[in-house]
């Protein structure tokens, strides 16, 4: 059974937005990793798809189900959130609804912002509006990091560190390339023979980044070393650069010799196509309209927009043959790079929504949740979903607006950031997918065109704006959200409210009932001057503070006399009675005080108990007197 049974809502909600947040994720961070793809045309929107439906899916179920951090980023404390874990879970609900507009509206402008950032932002926002600026973790040294930092400056430093570093390692890769293969005599030859090679050194940098990226996560560090997981990448990749010496390359050679020109319309007999029109039924428009995404032109922007038109016509184009070969080479980059997000990306993206369902189930916030199978199939279903139906406009803001590609450019682009990610990771130095592919892009874009006109820089002011943006709008954004919720008056906690309240007057009640009955025992002894310290006056003080007191407590719960009490005031009534109690009973007092004339008793002694040995009273020690009228 649920610790947290009112937090059921919550767990609907947050899978909603979850499906959400994967959608728009889809649409923008999933698609930027085939913008280099599609936009060198090695692969179609359709195909890359289909890869991310089969590589996304596999990354996120085999190595994605790793233990994942309840706070993003270590952006908030979680010790602020222990004693209303639901609070947290309502937080992570508002960040991913956030985070879903948020990734929708730059999709639909053709803006790569990091989901990443999008969740911290969130974060950072709803705790800031529950903890203030104490809450976020905005600097904190980390000495196994470079810089040694983390926190909110880390994810800063992301927005420069990142596309420079990458800019700098796809352009000294590109540059090797069009050095040793691309700008030679015999450019295909050498790039038939280079491929063996070029398959070893793609297959190593891109498995070993799957592994340290995903396996390393699901694995212990003693089970897992780094050094295995380069020797394991190098018997693969061995392994597959000799397949490709013995069997792909005389294949692609047989191909290369039978390959001649295409016969013409009307050449051999065919007949031409005579389109007939017919009307469409819904099911076949609605179909259409579900495909529309898969189906968009990504490269039609250049027949209308002259600028972008002239960075491509600027770009340098290689022999097409030696093109052809980087493609297989691109494509295994490609599915690597999607393979190793389902792998650290979308077990992390699952946090939150785990995270809401360990509040759910324990009634506790955990330091670390694993999240189930249905958590990371609704966040993989949605990744996939909004690629394949909105995912082409940062598509053609990465692989056509941004710079010219090809696939020896795209291929170096995808190679650099794996490579690039992959060393970060070691290092501890903060990177994000988004800006590495974005720094990339214009490292390659620079070689042709050092004078910087082979990129688009306006479109790249765009990019870094948003990489701003997206901390601080999600973040603000959250923050809104979460303050109209947490602040508003609730119906679950008013419930519990009212019964604490309702408990603690008839506690009150009960106490003070006990009180009189005591009291009016002695009221005859009292009238007779026979308690020396329950005088007439006194005994008459004490009857009307306790009828008072009584009265006070059944008031403050009626609703005929009061609508709402603060919780002070009913704790005060409390304190009040239990005061009565310590100053007044035999307790504190001591038997022979409050029973005058009543000079032996039984002590606490078992042994005198046992035998009924009768010794004089003992008056208990009275607690200090700052207790007896105002309680812990």
């Given at each position: 059974m649920a610790a947290l049974p009112s937090a059921l809502w919550l767990v609907v909600v947050g899978a909603l937005a979850s499906w959400g947040f994967g959608w728009g994720t889809g649409a923008n961070d999933v698609a930027n990793a085939f913008g280099t793809s599609v936009g060198s045309k090695t692969l179609t929107l359709k195909q890359a798809v289909i890869i991310a439906a089969i590589f996304e899916f596999a990354g996120a179920l085999l190595l994605g189900r790793v233990s994942t951090n309840t706070i993003a980023g270590g952006i908030a404390s979680i010790t602020a959130f222990q004693r209303q874990p639901e609070v947290y879970a309502y937080g992570m609900c508002c960040a991913l609804g956030v985070g879903t507009i948020w990734l929708i509206i730059t999709s639909k402008m053709g803006l790569n912002v990091s989901s990443t950032h999008s969740i911290i932002g969130g974060i950072m926002g709803f705790a800031l509006v529950y903890e203030g600026a104490a809450g976020v973790t905005w600097a904190v040294r980390d000495p196994g990091a470079f810089p040694p930092y983390k926190g909110v400056v880390a994810i800063i430093l992301t927005w420069f560190i990142a596309p420079v570093l990458t800019g700098?390692?796809?352009?000294?890769?590109?540059?090797?390339?069009?050095?040793?293969?691309?700008?030679?005599?015999?450019?295909?030859?050498?790039?038939?023979?280079?491929?063996?090679?070029?398959?070893?050194?793609?297959?190593?940098i891109n498995v070993f980044f799957v592994f340290t990226k995903g396996a390393k996560k699901s694995i212990s560090a003693d089970d897992w070393s780094d050094g295995k997981a380069a020797w394991i990448a190098f018997c693969v990749a061995a392994g597959l650069a000799l397949l490709t010496a013995a069997i792909i390359l005389p294949l692609l050679k047989r191909m290369d010799i039978e390959a001649g020109p295409k016969p013409t319309n009307g050449a051999n007999g065919s007949v031409p196509?005579?389109?007939?029109?017919?009307?469409?039924?819904?099911?076949?428009?609605?179909?259409?309209?579900?495909?529309?995404?898969?189906?968009?032109?990504?490269?039609?922007?250049?027949?209308?927009?002259?600028?972008?038109?002239?960075?491509?016509?600027?770009?340098?184009?290689?022999?097409?043959?030696?093109?052809?070969?980087?493609?297989?080479?691109?494509?295994?980059?490609?599915?690597?790079?999607?393979?190793?997000?389902?792998?650290?990306?979308?077990?992390?993206?699952a946090g939150p929504l785990a995270t809401i369902w360990d509040v759910y189930q324990n009634g506790a916030l955990s330091k670390s949740v694993s999240p189930p199978v249905w958590v990371i199939l609704i966040g993989a279903s949605g990744l996939v979903v909004g690629l394949a139906t909105y995912g082409y406009n940062v598509t053609r803001a990465m692989g056509v607006q941004l710079a010219k590609l090809t696939p020896t450019w795209g291929f170096s682009a995808e190679l650099a950031t794996s490579f690039?990610?992959?060393?970060?990771?070691?290092?501890?130095?903060?990177?994000?997918s988004s800006q590495c592919i974005?720094?990339?892009?214009?490292?390659?874009?620079?070689?042709?065109?050092?004078n910087g006109k082979g990129v688009n820089w306006?479109?790249?002011?765009?990019?870094?704006?948003?990489?701003?943006?997206?901390?601080?709008?999600?973040?603000?954004?959250?923050?809104?959200?979460?303050?109209?919720g947490v602040y508003a008056p609730s119906v679950v906690e008013g419930r519990d409210v009212i019964t604490y309240e309702n408990r603690i007057a008839n506690l009150t009640t009960n106490l003070s009932k006990d009180f009189n009955t005591t009291l009016l025992s002695y009221r005859n002894a009292s009238a007779s001057n026979a308690l020396p310290l329950l005088p007439p006056a006194q005994w008459?003080?004490?009857?009307?503070?306790?009828?008072?007191?009584?009265?006070?407590?059944?008031?403050q719960v009626d609703p005929k006399y009061t609508q709402s009490v603060t919780p002070n005031a009913v704790l005060d009534s409390l304190y009040k009675v239990l005061s009565l109690y310590q100053q007044n009973t035999v307790f504190t007092l001591g038997q022979n005080t409050v029973y005058n004339g009543s000079a032996v008793c039984n002590n606490n002694d078992t042994a005198t108990i046992a035998s009924n040995t009768l010794s004089a009273c003992k008056a208990p020690k009275p607690l200090t007197t700052a207790y007896q009228t105002k309680f812990p």
């Open positions: 700098l390692v796809s352009a000294v890769i590109f540059l090797l390339v069009r050095t040793l293969v691309l700008r030679r005599k015999f450019a295909y030859t050498i790039s038939f023979w280079l491929f063996p090679l070029l398959v070893l050194i793609t297959v190593f196509v005579v389109e007939v029109y017919k009307e469409l039924s819904w099911a076949q428009k609605a179909s259409k309209a579900a495909m529309h995404g898969m189906n968009v032109d990504i490269h039609h922007r250049l027949t209308h927009d002259e600028h972008l038109k002239a960075i491509h016509d600027r770009a340098k184009i290689f022999q097409p043959k030696v093109e052809y070969t980087f493609k297989y080479l691109q494509v295994f980059s490609a599915i690597c790079v999607i393979f190793a997000h389902g792998a650290g990306e979308v077990g992390y993206m690039t990610i992959m060393i970060a990771a070691q290092y501890g130095l903060p990177t994000s974005t720094g990339t892009v214009i490292g390659v874009g620079l070689c042709e065109n050092i306006c479109q790249f002011l765009r990019q870094f704006a948003s990489w701003v943006a997206t901390l601080f709008l999600v973040g603000f954004g959250t923050a809104a959200v979460f303050a109209q008459e003080a004490l009857n009307k503070t306790v009828t008072e007191a009584n009265t006070k407590a059944k008031k």
